[in-house]
């Protein structure tokens, strides 16, 4: 008992001391998600795959995971991808995060409990409410006749030796039958076991009176979750004694399972029970996945510099924010902008904070809409759908070009610009894949109709001719650089208006460039400055 006790001090201090830290391990976001991929709930929106690269979605969700249990993580997972219609989950999470912040006892015995759930096979907890049963195989009935024929033959080999040769062949048909059905019904066989440690930490959980009577989880759930439980005594002991201490017990346990062919029978039986309570099973697992959310946030609070619970506002073609900012990238310059009534067009250089700064704002609207946190001192926007034209990329094993890609990400946009609404629509240099009079054309008649109704648009481009064609429809704002000594630096803050200087040739020059191709360059700009205004 005293090494019990020394383990589990041990385990809660190093959990104190992570607190407030990001995690180091890595991410396998193909298994992260298996939750998120096939839950099926209503919801203001769900995030496209599109959005989410656009948006450095991984980056973002390992920086703000800092959940316990692998239950919590695919269920923080399946939150943020999600923006919910409902609030009441976000008032839950600010009222159990709130708990947490000031009672540090009961989130460390949280915490501590809800790693119960954190070997790699608690990702397949999900599998058991969300994948269609397997049903048993057509052979099923002969594990039985096979199992009873191994029993007797224990018997019976005391008096009939010979009977020794019937059952080295029964077993060699039971070692089959055994892998045959590893084989066909994997996640089921390394998920089941996971219900013994989620049906204990729902009892650790709710050993707390804090959350003993809470509305997310019923007493029917429980009951039946512990109920299920309790016919696993076979998964029980497997569990028991799987590790390294235990390896001659675990492979004794092996030899036996198929010698009376123990895993396939108990296996089926135990699904067919699951199969009939689906329901509940999700209850729990969700119960501990808001437990552990609401955890990971209070973490991820506590180790930011500043953030702010965002202000949702009825005006709809408006955003507030004050130095908005991205705690993942290191030395990140806050940001601050007021919008009102008017979309935004930023012009710059590249490298001056233009993307950077348009990402800021889709996550910090999507951590707002789905975490109640923004990365900033103030944050107020209306309820938003998020769309995105920025990463593009030449897809060469469909055949689909740059341009091509780019044009039917925006066509979604512009089809979804009057069916649903109010929408955030974030792009960074529009029809950059092809040239400059059918871009500009092209690019201020589809940002005029973006613009429409209840539509926030927020552009970056090089094309000075855009912010003369939009000014009317569009706020300006530009980032700029400093050429000096021959050195280039940016400040990386927004700014409003237009664009007074442009300094990419001064940037060839400082390069290195030859001088005679420098002059040239500045000569066809200018000559080309002149003949601008007809143009536009």
Not at 23 to 35: A, E, L, P, Q
Not at 260 to 287: C, D, M, S, T
Not at 338 to 357: A, E, P, Y
Not at 433 to 459: C, H, M, P, Y
Request: proline share 3%; net charge neutral.
């Amino acid at each position: 008992m005293d090494w019990f006790h020394k383990k589990e001090k041990k385990a809660k201090q190093k959990i104190r001391e992570s607190f407030g830290k990001p995690k180091t391990t890595d991410f396998n976001f193909d298994i992260i998600r298996r939750f998120a991929d096939r839950n099926k709930k209503e919801s203001f929106q769900n995030l496209s795959e599109k959005t989410c690269n656009d948006l450095n979605f991984n980056d973002l969700f390992s920086y703000v995971d800092r959940t316990s249990s692998f239950v919590g993580q695919q269920y923080l997972y399946e939150r943020m991808r999600r923006i919910s219609d409902n609030r009441k989950p976000l008032d839950i999470l600010e009222k159990w995060a709130a708990r947490f912040e000031k009672d540090e006892p009961l989130r460390t015995d949280i915490q501590y409990h809800l790693q119960n759930l954190s070997g790699r096979d608690a990702y397949y907890l999900c599998d058991l409410f969300q994948e269609t049963t397997i049903k048993p195989p057509k052979w099923l009935p002969l594990a039985y006749v096979l199992s009873l024929t191994n029993v007797l033959t224990i018997v019976l080999i005391f008096f009939r030796p010979e009977i020794f040769i019937l059952s080295l062949a029964v077993t060699i048909v039971n070692a089959v039958l055994h892998y045959l059905n590893k084989t066909n019904i994997y996640s089921f066989l390394y998920s089941t076991p996971q219900l013994l440690f989620l049906d204990k930490t729902v009892r650790k959980i709710l050993a707390h009176d804090f959350l003993r009577n809470s509305e997310n989880i019923s007493e029917n759930a429980v009951r039946v979750l512990h109920r299920v439980v309790k016919k696993m005594n076979f998964f029980r002991l497997e569990e028991i004694t799987k590790g390294d201490p235990f390896g001659v017990l675990w492979f004794s346990l092996e030899i036996i399972s198929i010698f009376f062919l123990l895993e396939p029978i108990f296996l089926f039986r135990v699904l067919r029970r699951i199969e009939n309570h689906e329901k509940e099973l999700q209850e729990a697992f969700e119960f501990v996945g808001l437990v552990d959310e609401a955890v990971s946030l209070t973490s991820l609070r506590a180790g930011l510099p500043y953030y702010c619970q965002p202000e949702i506002i009825s005006d709809i073609k408006s955003m507030h924010f004050s130095n908005v900012y991205l705690p993942f990238i290191k030395n990140c310059i806050p940001n601050s902008l007021d919008v009102k009534g008017k979309s935004i067009l930023i012009t710059g250089s590249n490298m001056s904070g233009k993307t950077t700064f348009i990402r800021a704002v889709g996550i910090n609207t999507l951590m707002g809409l789905t975490l109640n946190t923004c990365f900033a001192r103030t944050f107020a926007s209306p309820k938003l759908h998020l769309y995105s034209a920025i990463l593009m990329n030449d897809d060469l094993m469909n055949d689909k070009s740059f341009y091509l890609e780019e044009v039917q990400t925006i066509k979604e946009m512009i089809e979804v610009s009057h069916q649903s609404g109010p929408n955030l629509f974030l792009l960074d240099e529009i029809y950059k894949g092809t040239n400059t009079i059918e871009r500009v054309s092209g690019g201020k008649a589809v940002l005029s109709w973006l613009n429409k109704g209840d539509n926030l648009v927020f552009i970056s481009t090089h094309d000075i001719e855009l912010t003369e064609l939009l000014q009317e429809e569009y706020k300006l704002c530009h980032f700029s650089e400093h050429v000096e000594n021959q050195n280039i630096s940016f400040d990386y803050k927004i700014k409003e208006g237009k664009m007074k200087t442009r300094n990419a040739i001064k940037i060839l020059e400082v390069n290195g460039y030859p001088p005679e191709l420098v002059a040239e360059a500045r000569q066809i700009s200018y000559e080309m400055d002149k003949h601008r205004q007809t143009f536009v």
